[in-house]
């Protein structure tokens, strides 16, 4: 019996119900092991699609089983999958988290039951309680994001912030990243921030709207997401605008809309990179090997002039990719030595 349908069959004798989700059809032995590691993820979408193929790259050219789980947003789905995995006896626990501060019994539980946890893409509040985390530094997005507009504005004009999830970590950090920047350039003046909510193109697209009918002029539009900016895009498409939008994320019709000269430029954060290099730093933790406390994923900025190979990896010859995924990974966390020597996001591209 392969080993993830020996895992199911586990979960099932003790009454417990998950999705898994193998990896390395043939069930053949690991020479790395044969470790088991339960994933439960905040849920589903187009980043979290990419991020599940690029770990399940990994795993299979490692030798690890996968057992993959979507909490569909709700934090005590979540918190019983953890459980559940615990229960189940898995090697190690890998999360992407609902909620900053929602897992602390569980975590705990797991600890106690010698299981490390890794948390990818965001952040848990107990940090002591996570053998290491891979997260990108959102406020450097932010950053990047409101650097390439007001470079764009030369340096002058009056701007909107379109914001995620109001008081979700990455929301918090990439505005203060774009409002400290914009600070720098005394003639710019931020005339309003609003929430796009749900991280969604409608929301993004009412909240434009909205904008649109208060003022009589707005320059451009840094937004913490891809997708909010899209709403905002088609906001402005459908009033006759047209305003410069800067977005952070990097998903497929992001990096189009950079390419068709309808996005200024993206920040990307590449699903399939970053959680496979949670994967990674997993297996290293299994393997015995010195681990840091937390993985920094820099994203890259995306702009006319390298989209076209960034468009590559994330879409068109995504496949070719992948199968390079996994040597990819482990290069980059080879020469990840100190926090300020990480370059996760690499992608062997030219310039990088």
């Known amino acids: 019996m392969p080993k993830t349908q020996r895992l199911a069959a586990a979960i099932a004798a003790s009454g417990l119900l998950l999705g898994a989700a193998?990896?390395?059809?043939?069930?053949?032995?690991?020479?790395?092991?044969?470790?088991?590691?339960?994933?439960?993820?905040?849920?589903?979408?187009?980043?979290?699609?990419?991020?599940?193929?690029?770990?399940?790259?990994?795993?299979?050219?490692?030798?690890?089983?996968?057992?993959?789980?979507?909490?569909?947003?709700?934090?005590?789905?979540?918190?019983?999958?953890?459980?559940?995995?615990?229960?189940?006896?898995?090697?190690?626990?890998?999360?992407?988290?609902?909620q900053y501060d929602s897992l602390s019994p569980q975590l705990a539980q797991a600890q106690a039951a010698d299981i490390p946890v890794v948390a990818v893409n965001t952040t848990i509040k107990e940090t002591d309680l996570l053998a290491s985390s891979v997260v990108p530094d959102d406020e450097a997005a932010g950053a990047g994001n409101a650097r390439m507009l007001a470079e764009h504005l030369g340096g002058k004009g009056d701007v909107v912030i379109l914001q995620c999830v109001l008081g979700s970590s990455y929301e918090l950090a990439r505005t203060a990243g774009m409002e400290k920047v914009f600070a720098e350039y005394p003639d710019i003046e931020v005339i309003a921030k609003g929430e796009a909510a749900n991280n969604g193109r409608p929301e993004g697209a009412a909240r434009m709207k909205n904008w649109l009918t208060a003022f009589d002029q707005i320059d451009g539009v840094a937004s913490c997401g891809d997708d909010p900016g899209l709403g905002a895009l088609q906001a402005m498409t459908e009033a006759g605008e047209s305003i410069p939008i800067t977005g952070v994320d990097g998903v497929a019709d992001g990096l189009q809309a950079v390419k068709d000269g309808d996005f200024v430029?993206?920040?990307?954060?590449?699903?399939?990179?970053?959680?496979?290099?949670?994967?990674?730093?997993?297996?290293?933790?299994?393997?015995?090997?010195?681990?840091?406390?937390?993985?920094?994923?820099?994203?890259?900025?995306?702009?006319?002039?390298?989209?076209?190979?960034?468009?590559?990896?994330?879409?068109?010859?995504?496949?070719?990719?992948?199968?390079?995924?996994?040597?990819?990974?482990?290069?980059?966390?080879?020469?990840?030595?100190?926090?300020?020597?990480?370059?996760?996001?690499?992608?062997?591209?030219?310039?990088?």
């Open 265 to 352: 430029g993206t920040m990307l954060q590449h699903g399939r990179v970053e959680l496979a290099t949670g994967l990674a730093v997993t297996l290293r933790l299994l393997e015995g090997e010195d681990v840091m406390p937390e993985y920094p994923y820099t994203m890259r900025e995306v702009t006319k002039e390298n989209v076209d190979a960034y468009m590559k990896h994330v879409m068109t010859e995504s496949d070719a990719f992948v199968e390079t995924l996994p040597d990819l990974v482990d290069d980059n966390l080879d020469a990840c030595t100190s926090v300020e020597e990480c370059d996760l996001s690499n992608e062997n591209l030219p310039g990088e």
């Open 22 to 98: 193998a990896c390395g059809a043939s069930g053949s032995e690991s020479s790395d092991g044969g470790y088991r590691v339960g994933v439960t993820v905040y849920g589903e979408g187009n980043f979290i699609n990419q991020g599940r193929e690029g770990m399940e790259a990994y795993a299979d050219a490692r030798g690890i089983d996968l057992l993959w789980n979507s909490a569909d947003g709700d934090v005590n789905t979540q918190a019983n999958q953890v459980e559940q995995m615990i229960t189940a006896g898995v090697d190690a626990i890998i999360i992407v988290p609902v």
